[in-house]
């Protein structure tokens, strides 16, 4: 049951508590509560996700931030890497968490990864072999809103049909779609790949997205929606947990089984003691927010804020990762782009009309579309200085996506023309930022330093991936649709002027994580152990996005997810 109101909880004590309900907590929630002997209380900062109901309309997702009822509306410090520009920031504050706001984009990322997230926790529980089941348990797969026929598209075979996450191939056509696949066969470069999520992702292919029957699937529609009426669940929104508290100790460890939470900065504090575990699951900025906030994190740091440091863990906030999003636009021969949608109303109100009326046309599709993941070329002068920093070999450097559109973080939308979008996204960043806190008090936003293109490595491959872009758009299949780059870039030729292009234009993708990371349970280094409990302590978890050492090599939903569905085997298994 959901409420709204602390004073309406039926217990003052849980057997565990999870803070934050994005992929991570939703995950954990619900199959922890799947054993009726667990009472189960699920707190999450914003409120329900049906608050705005454009919040299920796929193409809609670009207006749901940064400014909204369902975000954090975050800003960046100003970055160095981006000529010192600070950019929005914004994460989910809803039930789904980011999983409500994102763009969608389903993608499993490199095997590579998760053999590398063993190797590093020294754990074969995480190797791309033992979560590999785990991956399809996750997946309902189902056709896309269209209905289209979408063999040749996606391989079904190595997908889920019956798990929560519904998923499809894109379905509504792109004027891009033919000259994008005509460009795979015409350029060797750019090989197609017939399904991306197969564990090698290299290549052009087609979108798969966490959309099904034309509606966004979130974690709160997929994990919550079936399970509020499970009598040993409780979903608190509109609430902030601000402390994680210190309930006793043992053996000279901190116990952390208790919480304190309140629904705005001059209302009642409340607290409350499990008797399990503390669950954190606030996403990779939140949760070493809430961490440091609790006396957990780099001992010299909290005492400057006047925090008594309980265990100091220098790591917590530290190795925030990122992909930095290039924006490149062309002008484009054509009069039908999504561009004409910002500019004449009646458009979108036909095709918002066509969604709510039947739940088909152009608002069932992310407003992203195919997507490329690539390598630079492995006689790359970068690696006569750098050594690579991807998983392996089928893993990517940087990554395409394509959309209809003009988009540009510092240069307003043209009130004329028509545009294309092709984002060349560095995957692999080497840069490492922080997340600290600004004061004590919790409702104060941390301070976030992604560090963005903060490295020669990612200077490198944002420039090696604009000149990708390039030679993509210069295939055969573009002339006559093709007119030019916008106006700026394209007078970037030299690899001085494409950096400075880079800096002044580069965005995010959003895709924050690392702040919490795993680390082996003999090693002094990270913040959790390879079953994600947090070093240093009992009865407190980490799973979500903060855990991961390295950025995964895809867009982060699905690996949250699995993450997630690993913690709470883990969790019910007593580990
Ligand atoms: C605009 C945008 C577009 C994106 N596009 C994609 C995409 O297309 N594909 C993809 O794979 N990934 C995408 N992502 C990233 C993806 O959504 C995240 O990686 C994922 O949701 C992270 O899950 P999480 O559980 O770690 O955190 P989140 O999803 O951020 O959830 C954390 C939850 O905790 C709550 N919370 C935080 N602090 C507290 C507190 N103190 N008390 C109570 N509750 C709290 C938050 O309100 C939130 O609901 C995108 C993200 C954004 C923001």
């Not at 099904?212 to 979130?218: D, I, L, V, Y």
């Amino acid at each position: 049951k959901v409420y709204t109101n602390p004073l309406q909880l039926p217990y003052r004590q849980y057997d565990f508590v999870v803070v934050g309900a994005g992929p991570g907590g939703s995950v954990v929630a619900n199959r922890l509560s799947a054993e009726a002997s667990n009472t189960v209380l699920l707190i999450e900062a914003g409120p329900t996700d049906d608050v705005l109901p454009i919040v299920h309309i796929p193409f809609l997702c670009t207006t749901l931030a940064p400014d909204t009822a369902v975000t954090w509306n975050y800003t960046t410090v100003p970055l160095p890497g981006l000529n010192n520009r600070s950019i929005p920031y914004p994460r989910g504050r809803v039930l789904g968490g980011s999983s409500s706001i994102n763009y969608m984009a389903w993608t499993r990322g490199p095997q590579s990864d998760f053999d590398r997230y063993a190797a590093v926790a020294s754990d074969p529980g995480w190797s791309w072999n033992a979560v590999r089941s785990l991956a399809k348990s996750i997946e309902g797969m189902v056709p896309p809103a269209d209905g289209h026929n979408t063999s040749g598209q996606i391989l079904p075979s190595i997908h889920g049909t019956r798990g929560p996450v519904k998923f499809s191939v894109q379905g509504y056509p792109s004027e891009l779609d033919s000259r994008i696949f005509a460009t795979t066969e015409e350029l060797p470069e750019f090989p197609y790949n017939e399904d991306q999520n197969s564990g090698n992702p290299l290549g052009i292919g087609w979108g798969q997205y966490a959309i099904a029957g034309g509606t966004r699937t979130s974690a709160a529609t997929a994990y919550l929606a079936p399970i509020l009426s499970r009598p040993n669940l409780d979903i608190l929104v509109n609430t902030q947990v601000t402390k994680i508290v210190q309930t006793g100790s043992e053996s000279g460890v901190p116990i952390f089984r208790g919480v304190q939470f309140a629904a705005s900065p001059t209302s009642e504090v409340h607290e409350l003691h499990v008797m399990r575990e503390v669950i954190v699951s606030a996403g990779a900025v939140n949760t070493p927010q809430l961490l440091m906030l609790s006396g957990i994190g780099p001992a010299t740091h909290l005492k400057t804020l006047g925090i008594e440091p309980v265990v100091d863990l220098p790591d917590v906030g530290q190795n925030l990762q990122d992909h930095p999003l290039m924006p490149n636009v062309f002008a484009v021969n054509s009069t039908s782009t999504w561009d004409n949608l910002a500019r004449n109303a009646s458009l979108s109100t036909a095709d918002l009309a066509q969604w709510e009326a039947n739940r088909t046309g152009l608002f069932t599709s992310s407003p992203s579309l195919e997507m490329g993941w690539l390598r630079l070329p492995s006689n790359a002068t970068i690696f006569q200085t750098e050594a690579d920093p991807s998983s392996g070999p089928h893993s990517p450097h940087y990554e395409f996506f394509f959309a209809e559109t003009f988009l540009s973080y510092v240069m307003p939308a043209p009130a004329t023309g028509n545009y294309m979008l092709v984002a060349s996204n560095v995957i692999t960043p080497t840069s490492r930022g922080s997340i600290t806190l600004a004061s004590k008090n919790p409702f104060d936003p941390p301070v976030i330093d992604p560090a963005l293109l903060n490295s020669a490595f990612d200077i490198f491959a944002v420039r090696e991936a604009m000149k990708a872009v390039r030679r993509f758009v210069a295939a055969a299949a573009w002339k006559g649709y093709v007119i030019s780059q916008v106006e700026a870039l394209n007078e970037a030729t030299t690899d001085e002027e494409l950096e400075t292009y880079a800096r002044n234009n580069a965005g995010t993708v959003f895709h924050p994580v690392g702040t919490a990371k795993m680390a082996p349970r003999d090693s002094e280094d990270g913040v959790v152990n390879p079953d994600l409990t947090v070093k240093k302590t009992m009865g407190l978890r980490v799973v979500d996005a903060s855990i991961f050492p390295f950025i995964p090599g895809a867009h982060p939903q699905f690996q949250v997810y699995l993450v997630a569905e690993r913690a709470s085997q883990l969790i019910l298994t007593g580990s």
